[in-house]
């Protein structure tokens, strides 16, 4: 464990967890079922596209759970996305931005106002 995600344990974002394979496996599972969900062309652009978040956002979890953490329960999407630099280095703060900015994408389209997604933003999450 680094410095940082020490700092982020100390600081109660990360919490310790013990997995095993059978709770990747569903996460797996849930990954698989929302990329085929995304996919379907019925669906408005903005659902297509909280649905692929979705998927992401499982990914990333796994990652976590993989390195033995959960993330606190307020901020959950936010810290496990902001963590995958924790995990696979600095060098994807970058992508950690990008998923971040879809998080907060995801929940303007869930919650405020329909139709700000396209179907080019959903493709490119993929």
């Known amino acids: 464990m680094t410095t940082s995600s020490q700092n982020w344990h100390k600081n109660g974002w990360l919490r310790p967890h013990a997995t095993n394979r059978q709770q ?3 996460l797996l599972a849930i990954v698989e079922r929302d990329l085929a969900d995304a996919q379907t062309a019925r669906l408005s652009s903005d ?3 909280g649905i692929a978040y979705n998927a992401a956002l499982k990914l990333c979890t796994i990652l976590l759970y993989a390195e033995g953490y959960r993330p606190e329960m ?4 936010h810290r496990t996305l902001q963590a995958l630099q924790l995990v696979l280095g600095t060098d994807r703060k970058d992508d950690a931005g990008y998923l971040d900015s879809c998080r ?16 080019e933003e959903t493709k490119e999450l993929f």
């Not at 307020?74 to 999407?77: D, I, N, Q, V």
């Open 104 to 119: 907060s994408k995801r929940n303007t389209v869930e919650y405020d106002v329909a139709g700000r997604t396209s179907p």
């Open 47 to 49: 659902w297509q596209f």
């Open 24 to 26: 990747i496996a569903d």
């Open 74 to 77: 307020y901020l959950a999407h």
